[in-house]
């Protein structure tokens, strides 16, 4: 049975940074793609970041050159390093493995003075 738990979430200022983790287990973490997706407040959940097994990234445009997602498979874990935060980066982010469509219980940030 697949497990994801994201840590890191919190309330932070505009400009300011976090930094997500999400620990799997139950599957072979070095060989599947991991996700990061944000839901905001009466919207549809929606891919963040996203890297492959190979170490290979993409962002939405929105966040890319903000965000940096990365991963060890050593620890089966993959970070989300969020800089610059805007209001508009609220909401609770969720890792996920799309080859099981497993997900997390998510974790809230909130980018507010």
């Known amino acids: 049975q697949v497990q994801l738990v994201e840590s890191g979430g919190g309330l932070v200022q505009p400009g300011g940074s976090l930094r997500l983790s999400c620990a799997a287990s139950?599957?072979?973490?070095?060989?599947?793609?991991m996700g990061w997706y944000r839901q905001a407040p009466g919207k549809q959940r929606e891919l963040v970041a996203f890297i492959d097994s190979g170490g290979n990234t993409a962002y939405v445009d929105p966040v890319k050159g903000r965000f940096t997602i990365s991963r060890d498979n050593a620890k089966n874990t993959v970070y989300l390093q969020m800089n610059s935060l805007k209001p508009e980066d609220g909401g609770v982010y969720y890792c996920s493995v799309p080859a099981t469509n497993s997900w997390g219980q998510g974790t809230q940030v909130t980018v507010s003075s």
């Open positions: 139950g599957i072979i973490f070095s060989i599947n793609h």
